[in-house]
T-cell receptor, first 115, second 117 residues
């Protein structure tokens, strides 16, 4: 079972470059999320989506963009990469439910370094 | 404001002993969920256990149990009979309802657990 698949696993960017982190899930989940995890910290929400065509900002959206054209895919775009965006990025998805009781299922993460 | 606090940055535990990882939370919402995730050194986030704010009984999943004390706003994770493979970072998280049945997870800073042979 694939679950949530993130690519690439590792990437080094130069300051000012752009890239797209890919995320795909095969569980037909409506809800998808992008988080970043800085060293020694918990996760912070960047963007989320409640279904194809619907996205919204989380607590740290600056410097990122997302799109959701299909249920399966939720790519995260970094424009003009900055050293502060060096982090581990996680994509997650969850099933429908009463709202607060469904666990989120995570991909393996993308380690991104901006030099 | 909603907040999750994990006061133990690191813990060393002897193999086969039980271990309790602390988590306290702060919220004014009556409906919320509490989750524990494990992050091994390989980096993936693994869901362990869930407790809902209206659940009367403490959640259990195999060797994992959640000691939920609502009045104290604590949701400690208990691992019985610890194993070397339990060495990892452990994160406590709480659901924050956004809208349309969607919710955000708010995360603690984590506890690094090391099991000694």
């Amino acid at each position: 079972n694939a679950g949530v698949t993130q690519t690439p696993k590792f990437r080094i960017l130069k300051i000012g470059q752009s890239m797209t982190l890919q995320c795909a899930q095969d569980m037909n989940h409506n809800y998808m999320y992008w988080y970043r995890q800085d060293p020694g910290m918990g996760l912070k929400l960047i963007y989320y989506s409640v279904g194809a065509g619907i996205t919204d900002k989380g607590e740290v959206p600056n410097g990122y963009n997302v799109s959701r054209s299909t249920t399966e895919d939720f790519p995260l775009r970094l424009e003009l990469a900055a050293p502060s965006q060096t982090s581990v990025y996680f994509c997650a998805s969850r099933d429908l439910g009463t709202g607060y009781n469904q666990p989120q299922h995570f991909g393996d993460g993308t380690r991104l370094s901006i030099l | 404001a909603q907040k999750i606090t994990q006061t133990q940055p690191g813990m060393f535990v002897q193999e086969k002993e039980a271990v309790t990882l602390d988590c306290t939370y702060d919220t004014s919402d009556p409906s919320y969920g509490l989750f524990w995730y494990k992050q091994p050194s390989s980096g993936e986030m693994i869901f362990l256990i869930y407790q809902g704010s209206y659940d009367q009984q403490n959640a259990t999943e195999g060797r994992y149990s959640l000691n939920f004390q609502k009045a104290r706003k604590s949701a400690n994770l208990v691992i019985s009979a610890s194993q070397l493979g339990d060495s990892a970072m452990y994160f406590c998280a709480m659901s924050l309802l956004l809208m349309d049945s969607n919710y955000q997870l708010i995360w603690g800073a984590g506890t690094k657990l090391i099991i000694k042979p």
